[in-house]
């Protein structure tokens, strides 16, 4: 700058320069409290744990580019299927593990949820560097902020985070909840949702069939403004089973309107629409599976009959109970009911997406349904497709009694606020704020 064009600091402010001084005070006001608000991080739940046990959870992903099915499920370390089967996805199309699914649409990604130092934690899943990587780029875009870059780096111990080898296998600690595999006494599994800019709580529990006030105790939080960037415990009734512990699947759980592949592929169980009955039946095109007959009786795996008499209904069923040693147990009872059962109803099955609506960016979590494809209500079909992943169970259950809200990884207990001005980008009102003071020839 010329001294020419410096500004004169012993010049005398005109009333005329003092009043729009006034009137952007205001607006300073704003920046200094948005400044505060953009260094609060986004808060998660935090579930406090000590022991070694390994139950089922699942993480809300939106997909940053177009995938294949298989690259995401090698990205969360998942069965191909297993993640199919939790959005109820047809198995049977063909090919369908390299299928292209679209950038943005929503999916449920099953996760084990292990206790790691005294906190639940998905720690199954590693991500190899790519040239360009960094470890924001990483936890914001290709895992969508599951997880931070702070939490990256102290996974991996990673001293210099500006320094990342190509082809670097990183430790990806994904948030999960368990709470005993409960919700107000009910089977839940719970899912762990980034919350997006247009999301609302009362939003996000119609949209998952729960209410707000569940939501705010398992998360812990003292008022119901929440913040984009926030990773809500959301709990999915589920249907769990009642298999021994010495099953291979025990405390196999599925969220409503869902399915779940076990038995080594060879046995497929589903919940719902509307109840919380597991119904297990054969996956049809599975090969190499035991036999699946109920002893004593002509009835295969997931046939009922019933006869109708005076005193009511006499129905008898071949149930699934769990996979031992490569075997599968059959139960075969009988119980008189008041009436006679329906028809199984199955979850509705899509076709794998091939797009999303532009509609859906704006709600919270849209469904596979929602995001493309067209149900059936036949029913499904399975694959066999192999797979070395098995499913994990949860154990059985108490209610929660809510989670902790902790930033990053910490164990803060302060609950999850935000304001509308919290989420306008802070440089953006430092722009407008230098702009004004320039052209008020204060400087």
Same mark, same amino acid.
């Given at each position: 700058?010329?001294?020419?064009?410096?500004?004169?600091? $012993?010049?005398?402010?005109? =009333?005329?320069?003092?009043?729009?001084?006034?009137?952007?005070?205001?607006?300073?006001?704003?920046?200094?409290?948005?400044?505060?608000?953009?260094?609060?991080?986004?808060?998660?739940?935090? *579930?406090?744990?000590?022991?070694?046990?390994?139950?089922?959870?699942?993480?809300? %992903?939106?997909?940053?580019?177009?995938?294949?099915?298989?690259?995401?499920?090698?990205?969360?370390?998942?069965?191909?299927?297993?993640?199919?089967?939790? $959005?109820?996805?047809?198995?049977?199309?063909?090919?369908?593990?390299?299928?292209?699914?679209?950038? &943005?649409?929503? +999916?449920?990604?099953?996760?084990?949820?292990?206790?790691?130092?005294?906190?639940?934690?998905?720690?199954?899943?590693?991500?190899?560097?790519?040239?360009?990587?960094?470890?924001?780029?990483?936890?914001?875009?290709?895992?969508? #902020?599951?997880?931070? !870059?702070?939490?990256?780096? *102290?996974?991996?111990?990673?001293?210099?985070?500006?320094?990342?080898?190509?082809?670097?296998?990183?430790?990806?600690?994904?948030?999960?909840?368990?709470?005993?595999?409960?919700?107000?006494? +009910?089977?839940?599994? %719970?899912?762990?949702?980034?919350?997006?800019? !247009?999301?609302?709580?009362?939003?996000?529990?119609?949209?998952?069939?729960?209410?707000?006030?569940?939501?705010?105790?398992?998360? !812990?939080?003292?008022?119901?403004?929440?913040?984009? #960037?926030?990773?809500?415990?959301?709990?999915?009734?589920?249907?769990?089973?009642?298999?021994?512990?010495?099953?291979?699947? %025990?405390?196999?759980?599925?969220?409503?309107? @869902?399915?779940?592949?076990?038995?080594?592929?060879?046995?497929?169980?589903?919940?719902?629409?509307?109840?919380?009955?597991?119904?297990?039946?054969?996956?049809?095109?599975?090969?190499?599976?035991?036999?699946?007959?109920?002893?004593?009786?002509?009835?295969?795996?997931?046939?009922?009959?019933?006869?109708?008499?005076? !005193?009511?209904?006499?129905?008898?069923?071949?149930?699934?109970?769990?996979?031992?040693?490569?075997?599968?147990?059959?139960?075969?009872?009988?119980?008189? &009911?008041?009436?006679?059962?329906?028809?199984?109803?199955?979850?509705?099955?899509?076709?794998?997406?091939?797009?999303?609506?532009?509609?859906?960016?704006?709600?919270?979590?849209?469904?596979?349904? *929602?995001?493309?494809?067209?149900?059936?209500?036949?029913?499904?079909?399975?694959?066999?497709?192999?797979?070395?992943?098995?499913?994990?169970?949860?154990?059985?259950?108490?209610?929660?009694?809510?989670?902790?809200?902790?930033?990053?990884?910490? @164990?803060?207990?302060?609950?999850?606020?935000?304001?509308?001005?919290?989420?306008?980008?802070?440089?953006? =009102?430092?722009?407008?704020?230098?702009?004004?003071?320039? @052209?008020?020839?204060?400087?």
């Amino acid at each position: 700058m010329l001294p020419s064009q410096m500004p004169n600091l $012993n010049k005398p402010i005109s =009333f005329s320069s003092l009043s729009r001084l006034l009137l952007l005070l205001p607006l300073l006001l704003l920046i200094i409290i948005n400044d505060l608000a953009c260094i609060v991080t986004s808060k998660s739940t935090i *579930e406090p744990c000590s022991n070694s046990d390994t139950c089922s959870a699942m993480v809300g %992903y939106t997909l940053y580019t177009d995938l294949k099915v298989s690259e995401v499920a090698a990205l969360f370390q998942v069965d191909p299927i297993s993640l199919l089967t939790a $959005n109820a996805i047809d198995i049977s199309y063909p090919d369908v593990e390299n299928h292209i699914l679209p950038s &943005q649409l929503f +999916l449920k990604i099953p996760v084990p949820c292990s206790c790691v130092d005294g906190i639940r934690k998905s720690a199954a899943t590693r991500y190899k560097t790519r040239p360009s990587d960094t470890l924001s780029t990483i936890a914001d875009s290709v895992f969508g #902020g599951l997880v931070s !870059a702070d939490q990256l780096r *102290e996974a991996n111990s990673i001293s210099d985070p500006s320094v990342l080898d190509v082809g670097q296998t990183l430790v990806v600690p994904l948030p999960c909840t368990c709470f005993n595999g409960t919700d107000n006494f +009910l089977p839940a599994i %719970y899912m762990s949702y980034v919350v997006k800019p !247009a999301d609302s709580l009362a939003g996000i529990a119609a949209r998952y069939f729960t209410t707000i006030t569940d939501l705010m105790t398992v998360n !812990a939080l003292g008022e119901t403004a929440i913040k984009a #960037g926030d990773i809500l415990a959301i709990p999915l009734s589920a249907c769990a089973s009642n298999f021994p512990r010495y099953a291979s699947d %025990y405390g196999l759980s599925v969220p409503n309107g @869902s399915y779940a592949i076990t038995a080594s592929h060879c046995v497929q169980c589903s919940c719902g629409p509307g109840n919380r009955n597991l119904y297990c039946m054969p996956a049809s095109l599975a090969v190499s599976c035991s036999s699946m007959q109920c002893r004593h009786s002509n009835l295969m795996l997931g046939n009922v009959t019933w006869q109708q008499s005076t !005193a009511g209904c006499n129905v008898t069923s071949c149930s699934y109970s769990g996979y031992v040693n490569g075997t599968i147990i059959t139960t075969l009872s009988t119980s008189l &009911q008041p009436r006679c059962p329906g028809p199984q109803q199955f979850p509705p099955l899509i076709v794998p997406p091939t797009s999303v609506s532009r509609d859906s960016f704006l709600t919270p979590a849209p469904a596979p349904s *929602e995001a493309g494809g067209s149900p059936t209500a036949t029913t499904p079909k399975s694959s066999s497709v192999p797979s070395s992943i098995s499913s994990v169970g949860l154990p059985p259950a108490n209610a929660p009694s809510g989670g902790v809200s902790g930033s990053g990884s910490s @164990s803060s207990s302060s609950s999850t606020s935000a304001t509308p001005l919290a989420r306008f980008p802070c440089a953006i =009102f430092l722009g407008i704020f230098v702009d004004l003071m320039l @052209s008020s020839s204060l400087l």
